[in-house]
């Protein structure tokens, strides 16, 4: 059976955000946008994330590889909203 582990995002899971942020066909799912992303905004973005003291931010690993990333985000009040990309 898969082992399968959540974990705090560290500095070092930058390059797997890089990669998920410049696949055309992941950001038409996800986000709908199609245009390419600058190393400026992935480290903006990523330095975000890991920065973040409101929100969960845990990366997926399965069989200790990295598979995708998974966040619980506080919005209005007592409202959350989970994002899962794998």
Do not use: C
Request: charged residues 35%; hydrophobic residues 35%.
């Amino acid at each position: 059976m898969p082992k399968v582990l959540l974990r705090k995002i560290r500095i070092s899971d930058r390059k797997y955000f890089a990669r998920w942020w410049r696949d055309k066909e992941l950001l038409r799912v996800t986000s709908g946008m199609l245009r390419k992303i600058t190393d400026y905004e992935i480290d903006k973005y990523f330095s975000k994330i890991l920065n973040d003291k409101k929100n969960l931010q845990y990366m997926i690993a399965v069989n200790r590889k990295t598979v995708g990333h998974i966040s619980l985000n506080q919005r209005n009040g007592d409202w959350y909203e989970t994002q899962i990309v794998i």
